[in-house]
């Protein structure tokens, strides 16, 4: 159904445990070919808290708060038989396959780092569970129970947060009211925050366009601006609420240190332009460029709108890197972004001016050079010289909304985003 909701019934449901630290929304492989649409899985941390609690969340009257240690570990069994029938009333079978977990210890980090860069068999994730003893519930096939160890598993090397706004059941489905305005002053009034607004399409990027109960969800690094940003947006009646930390706009899912290109996971690759692109049916741009691995054709596909401009522009001789997911079929990078390294020169050919008269000459025929009708010199070969480039070195990405849950924006690199309309 939806994993971070999820999240928030399986607090309600623990309502004489605490939240230890920030509820974790982890994102995984985005190649998986049977992913759900965020390939996202959450991790809670419950216990009895010490210290000073900060508020988190709310749920109905209910006020979340997060403690930073916790000095008492509830009994997993336990934990586990009251959050099952949670799994079991929410869960829409036809088309996921949940796994839950409860455990005192998290697996190895590395199942993490496998996870959200290849595929991985669900006996991986069951072997590491097994190996920290935990409790396991699963529906279907249980390959939920992946991504589960994986978030539990995640030992943040970089992170996000996101503060996530839910509807009142009785108006999921219809047409949600927020503020466009609203979300579009985000990015001026909390700097910190990304990926808000798209201003080529003039609509906002943080509401999602399924009739999931999530009314609008912000992202950013700061997770007090995050509470203050969702303060001033204007909207329906906002039932419940939740801060998460998350892997999201990261970019950990991307291998960098690699030998062969395997389908099915997210690479940076560095070359040159091998021929200048092309438009296909359907409105994508490929182009080929060289690689370690041998050539290899990258996509712009349509939904990135005015990002295919930006690699129309590319010339065989650009050296470039690009970062995007590469597809069994047909394969191709799909881009995610790209970095012109360095240019090319282009050369412009034009008629040549006549040597005598100063007039410019015109074509004599096809191979025959050129004549000036005004005297009558010939000349063998054009004008060549250096035109200008569109592109400039530097990083390129596509509009808010068809960015990746997991790729990091240029915002966040420190770097500028180029935008062509």
Not at 76 to 87: E, Q
Not at 295 to 320: I, Q, T
Request: charge should be positive; include cysteine; aromatic fraction near 6%.
């Amino acid at each position: 159904m939806c994993t971070t909701f999820l999240a928030t019934e399986l607090v309600r449901a623990l309502p004489d445990l605490d939240v230890i630290g920030l509820p974790r929304l982890v994102r995984l492989n985005p190649a998986v070919p049977w992913k759900t649409r965020g390939n996202g899985a959450i991790c809670i941390r419950v216990g009895k808290g010490t210290g000073r609690p900060r508020p988190i969340g709310r749920i109905g009257e209910r006020e979340i708060l997060s403690y930073a240690r916790s000095v008492q570990e509830p009994d997993p069994d336990d934990v586990l038989d009251r959050c099952r029938p949670i799994l079991e009333r929410w869960s829409q079978l036809d088309d996921s396959d949940p796994g839950l977990v409860v455990s005192s210890r998290p697996p190895r980090p590395d199942l993490y780092l496998r996870a959200v860069s290849e595929i991985i068999a669900k006996q991986d994730a069951v072997n590491a569970l097994h190996d920290v003893d935990a409790k396991t519930y699963e529906l279907n096939s249980g390959r939920g129970l992946i991504g589960a160890a994986a978030a539990a598993s995640w030992s943040p090397r970089d992170r996000t947060y996101e503060v996530l706004t839910y509807r009142r059941q009785d108006l999921w489905g219809s047409p949600r009211e927020v503020s466009s305005r609203d979300v579009s002053l985000l990015d001026e009034r909390f700097p910190s925050t990304f990926n808000n607004y798209d201003a080529l399409t003039q609509r906002p990027a943080i509401i999602p366009h399924t009739t999931c109960p999530i009314l609008y969800g912000i992202r950013g690094d700061s997770p007090m601006d995050l509470i203050e940003a969702q303060r001033s947006i204007s909207s329906e009646p906002v039932d419940r609420w939740m801060l998460f930390i998350s892997n999201q706009g990261t970019d950990d899912h991307v291998l960098r240190e690699w030998t062969d290109l395997a389908p099915n996971r997210s690479y940076e690759v560095e070359g040159a332009v091998l021929a200048s692109p092309r438009t296909v049916p359907g409105g994508h741009v490929i182009f080929s460029m060289s690689s370690r691995a041998g050539p290899l054709e990258c996509a712009a596909y349509e939904p990135s709108k005015g990002f295919r401009d930006l690699v129309r522009a590319l010339l065989p001789g650009d050296r470039v890197k690009v970062i995007g997911e590469l597809r069994e079929q047909p394969r191709t990078l799909n881009l995610e972004k790209f970095q012109v390294i360095s240019l090319a020169p282009a050369t412009v050919r034009s008629n040549p001016p006549c040597p005598s008269c100063g007039k410019n000459m015109k074509s004599a025929g096809r191979g025959q050079g050129y004549r000036c009708r005004r005297c009558g010199t010939v000349a063998d070969r054009p004008t060549i010289s250096e035109g200008q480039r569109v592109l400039t070195p530097g990083w390129y990405e596509p509009p808010v909304c068809s960015r990746r849950h997991l790729s990091k924006p240029l915002k966040r690199m420190g770097l500028t985003s180029t935008i062509v309309v």
